[in-house]
């Protein structure tokens, strides 16, 4: 037992946690437990007024049920999967080409779990439900620790499904377009490493993309949107804003109104005649989406807050069904090691 943590960093960052730092929140101490710590997440104790709750952790089920499954998938060989994804799969993991940079292992099961729901055999998936909002595509969110290297993520989804599009056109899973989403101007242009022709590339950088598939990489097409820049309002709406002096710094409308098709053109540019297209919402922790079982409880006045990032750009990009998968990149800060969920 110990009642204080002497030594923080117990696991290796380029395997599965063998053990971990249990809480015991009867008697408010710590010590070191075998195995994985179940992902989770901890609510304060209901009617507690003390200033050091230690709070109630609540165990994601749906997560828990996932990784042993994505696990036992792996070291079976990744059935199921494309010859493509499976060289991407074995390229991530060669020793040869990681002499210098490694993945962490919390990277390389995020990617994994994506494809694994993507391409896995449905015999692996039996009871596995990822309820969704009763939209027209999927959103599946990748949560990582702060500075276990998202954007990383983020190449490695586009390469895997431009490539494997790029060489099967015909398999509907895959998609060579991506519509990028960020918070915020400064962010957006740290998002320009997504860009296959930029300089500082991370498939080059990070040695994400075999150096014979970059051309093929390069046939697909990225657009990267500040999110502020989607928000468009009806014109009425507009020239209140602009009267009352509201409108953000960021956002360049001017006194007009577009069509659903002409903001589909506007957004989407060479890629707004594609029928299938992923969307990456970086930094998701600042959008939300109203819960469907919360009816009337967080309803506030004005348009922008009816609807979130995640709300706003899911109903224009449903509305005009040209999303296939909707992945969110979200982050959170931890006192502890990191986790997938």
Request: proline residues 4%.
């Amino acid at each position: 037992m110990a009642r204080n943590i002497d030594k923080l960093i117990i696991n290796s960052p380029h395997e599965e946690p063998k053990q971990y730092w249990f809480y015991d929140r009867e008697n408010r101490d710590f010590h070191i437990r075998d195995g994985r710590r179940p992902a989770g997440y901890v609510m304060a104790t209901p009617n507690s007024r003390a200033f050091d709750d230690p709070g109630i952790f609540v165990e994601i089920d749906l997560v828990n049920k996932i990784r042993p499954r994505v696990k036992a998938w792996r070291e079976a060989g990744y059935s199921g999967v494309t010859g493509i994804t499976k060289r991407l799969l074995e390229h991530w993991q060669d020793p040869e080409e990681r002499r210098d940079r490694r993945f962490f292992f919390c990277q390389l099961e995020a990617i994994e779990t994506l494809i694994w729901l993507t391409e896995a055999p449905d015999a692996d998936k039996v009871g596995i439900d990822i309820r969704g909002d009763g939209g027209g595509f999927e959103r599946w969110c990748s949560k990582m620790a702060t500075g276990s290297g998202k954007t990383i993520i983020m190449a490695m989804i586009i390469t895997w499904n431009f490539l494997n599009k790029v060489t099967n056109p015909t398999d509907a899973r895959f998609s060579k377009y991506a519509l990028v989403v960020a918070p915020g101007l400064t962010v957006k242009s740290r998002l320009h490493v997504l860009y296959p022709a930029n300089e500082e590339n991370y498939y080059e950088e990070f040695n994400i993309v075999p150096a014979s598939l970059m051309d093929k990489l390069r046939q697909g097409k990225i657009v990267i949107h500040n999110w502020h820049s989607l928000a468009w309002d009806t014109q009425d709406k507009i020239d209140a804003k602009i009267k009352k002096k509201q409108l953000r710094s960021v956002d360049k409308r001017k006194h007009r109104e577009i069509s659903g098709e002409a903001y589909i053109k506007q957004v989407l540019g060479e890629m707004s005649s594609a029928r299938n297209v992923i969307v990456l919402n970086d930094k998701a922790h600042h959008a939300w989406r109203v819960n469907p079982e919360a009816a009337g409880k967080y309803i506030r006045t004005g348009s922008e807050r009816q609807c979130g990032r995640g709300n706003y750009l899911g109903g224009r990009i449903r509305q005009n069904s040209q999303a296939e998968r909707y992945f969110e990149m979200f982050r959170y800060v931890s006192n502890t090691f990191f986790a997938f969920g």
